[in-house]
Structure formats: C-alpha cells, structure tokens
C-alpha cells in the first residue's frame, strides 16, 4: 500500500449527521486512524434513508456507509462519568477531535476543547455547527434547508415569478465537511512548528455564505441585490430540454456565434437580433423557443460529443445517476471505490474527492458495524483487559 498523508494522525470521531462524519471520513481516506465514537444506540446517521432493500436496520444506512469508510468503531456513553473518563484518556492518545454538538453541551460532560486540551495540549478539536460557537444564533438548530436560506443562496436561487428555490441534497453539509478537514489539515500543519492545538469553529452558514463570490460583495460595494433570474427569455445559458433529457449550453469556449448558430442548425440565429449578448436578452423568449424547437428531436450524448468536439462549446448534458455510473471521464480518474460491507454487499460509491500523486487517497475498510472495534479500541489503545470490558457493558458504559 502506497503512503498515506495522515498516516501519523489519530482522530475521534463524535459527530453526527452529515457535515462532521465527511470531514472524518476525508482524514481517514488520507490514512488518519479514525474512530468513529457512537452513543451505544448508534449515532443519528444510522437511521438517514435510503436502506438497503428499504429495511430501517442501523447497518443498512446508504448515508452511514458512505460517509463512515475507512473509520474503527467504538461506543462509549459520554453521560456517564466513566464514559467521560475514558474519552479523555482516547484524547492522550489522539490528535484530532471531529464533533458537531450544540455548543455547550461538551462543556456539560466536561469534554470541552478548555478541558480537553489539559488533557492534550495538542489536540485539535474541530466543531462544525449550524451557527458557530457563538453569536446570537449559536444555540439554534439548524438543517440543510435552513443552512441555505439563512446563507443567502436560496434568494439567488430559482425564477423571479416564483418563491426562492433550495438545490437538491445535502451540499451545505458536504461544504462544511469539506471545510471542516481542510481547516483541521492547516491546524495540524501549524501545530507542527508551534506543539499546540487548537479549537477550529465552522458555521455551515457561513461556509455556504461565503461561495456566494459576488453576492455579498455587490450588496457592500454598491447596495446593488442580485436577484432570481427572469421566469421568461432566459432559458439559454440555462437548462433546456431535449428529445431525452436536459443540457445547458453558453458562448463562449473556443467557439464563435456562428459556430453556435451552425451546431443548433439554425440560420434565423445568425440574424442581427440575436448577434450579441444584449439583443439575445431583448428577444429571450423568441430565441428559447428557437433552440428548443431545434433540439426536439436530438438526443443530449449526441449535442454534448458535437458540441465539445466538433464546435469547441460550452456544453454541459444533466447527467442521471446512470449516466454517471457509466461516465467515462470518471471511470479514468477512478473516481467511483467499490465497497464489500458485510450486511449490505458490495455497492460502488463516489470515493475520491482530489489526487495527490504520491500519496492518494485509499479504501482501506467499509462503515463499522455499531461497536465492532470496541475490543479492539480499548483493550490495545488503551489497555483495558476483556474482563474490564464486561464490566463496562454491564455498567451501559460501552
């Protein structure tokens, strides 16, 4: 097996959902030994559908299996003072701390950053919540939807004739994973040169809030707000269906207006009314209703392979989850890891997120079954013998 980045990074993973456990999962795909640390019921991702075969068993979460790869996993009861014992002596042997609890509620246990980091100057705890650690917000809940109309996405988002529009998924939580893991690779990386840790905050509303480039910017420049785009005339440059599916298509990309003109097969698109940018939004609707017309009868495999190849355009086909699992662009980059779970099979997901040449990302195991490595965890991590374990559970500690 090639090396690994993290390979010298140990993390603990007590966070839930969607937004914490990816920001784990990238550290584990990058060698860092994860343990997932679960309530002794199982953490709330455990019950997230879609199940396999539409049984809501706690193995067969698709959420669960994608975003807990590469991990160990432990359960300790942090409610208990025993439990709370034990995750501090995890922390000494651990570097990193992934958690996404209400703020507060770790300072409750006594297992926050301020109590953690006398246990282990080097710990990093990373908190990825809805609002931040503090704020007049921080101690509200939060959900993806929430996350995108308190970021200011959802008022860009959608048709001016209609109410503000969420983007399907989970991204505001894959965003702040995303943040979450390269905000805790800068402070390990610091930590480095100064042997000290440190607590790193992310707000998923200001993770979402900050993609928006020109958004925010625009209003304190100039108090200008950007609005949803028209309901009518502006479907070019915007999705457009096909005979069996849906592309988007722009100017620009290496191709001029009459090589767009010829591609769409259509002379009337040569006229002075749609020769630049300005007339093409004057006359909207009559050039919708043009292309659209044009490509009825076209399929988008065939527009994208001409457009690209042939016209050098900006062209883009909404590609279906199978024609994403047949996409050949992804294939060569091995972008998809097929994964043996032992209650669910083998299922493909997508794996890697970018690579790095001489120390990628690897698969190296699939989710943990709840508590599989308890034994594991605590009597090689921390000593304990199989007797003490038993104890443990009689006690509802492990």
């Known amino acids: 097996m090639l090396p690994a980045a993290m390979d010298d990074i140990r993390v603990l993973d007590v966070s839930q959902g969607i937004a914490g456990p990816f920001c784990a999962k990238i550290l584990a795909d990058f060698g860092a030994d994860v343990v997932k640390v679960e309530p002794l019921g199982g953490e709330m991702g455990r019950a997230m559908g879609p199940f396999f075969h539409d049984d809501p068993h706690p193995e067969k979460s698709l959420f669960f299996l994608l975003l807990n790869l590469n991990k160990r996993g432990a359960t300790l009861n942090l409610e208990t003072k025993t439990g709370q014992k034990i995750f501090k002596e995890l922390v000494r042997e651990a570097d990193v701390v992934v958690e996404t609890f209400k703020p507060g509620y770790l300072a409750s246990l006594g297992l926050d950053y301020e109590s953690l980091e006398k246990v282990n100057p080097k710990i990093v705890m990373t908190s990825i919540t809805p609002f931040g650690q503090y704020g007049p917000y921080s101690h509200f809940k939060g959900e993806e939807i929430i996350a995108y109309a308190m970021s200011g996405i959802m008022s860009i988002s959608g048709t001016a004739d209609r109410e503000p529009l969420k983007h399907g998924g989970f991204q505001a939580q894959y965003e702040a994973g995303i943040n979450g893991a390269l905000s805790t690779a800068f402070t390990l990386l610091l930590r480095d040169f100064t ?23 625009f209003y304190s420049w100039t108090g200008a707000v950007q609005g949803r785009r028209r309901s009518v005339g ?16 722009q100017g620009g990309g290496g191709a001029t207006w009459d090589d767009i003109a010829n591609f769409y097969g259509v002379e009337a698109l040569k006229e002075e009314r749609f020769a630049n940018n300005e007339q093409r939004i004057v006359n909207g609707v009559e050039f919708d209703r043009i292309i659209v017309e044009a490509v009825k009868d076209r399929s988008m495999h065939e527009m994208f392979k001409t457009a690209s190849e042939k016209y050098r355009m900006l062209f883009g086909i909404v590609q279906t989850p199978k024609d994403l699992a047949n996409c050949p662009q992804l294939a060569s980059r091995n972008f998809y890891q097929e994964v043996d779970h032992p209650v669910i099979g083998k299922i493909q997901v997508p794996f890697r997120l970018f690579n790095m040449s001489e120390t990628p990302s690897q698969y190296r195991m699939p989710a943990p079954l709840l508590g599989q490595h308890n034994e594991e965890v605590y009597t090689k991590l921390l000593s304990y013998t199989k007797e003490d374990l038993v104890k443990l559970r009689e006690l509802n500690v492990v």
Not at 195 to 204: A, I, K, T, W, Y
């Open 234 to 249: 502006t479907m070019f440059g915007n999705v457009m269906p096909c005979k069996d599916g849906f592309f988007i298509s």
């Open 195 to 217: 042997e000290e840790g440190q607590h790193v905050d992310v707000s998923v509303q200001e993770v979402v809030n900050s993609t928006l480039v020109s958004n925010q910017p």
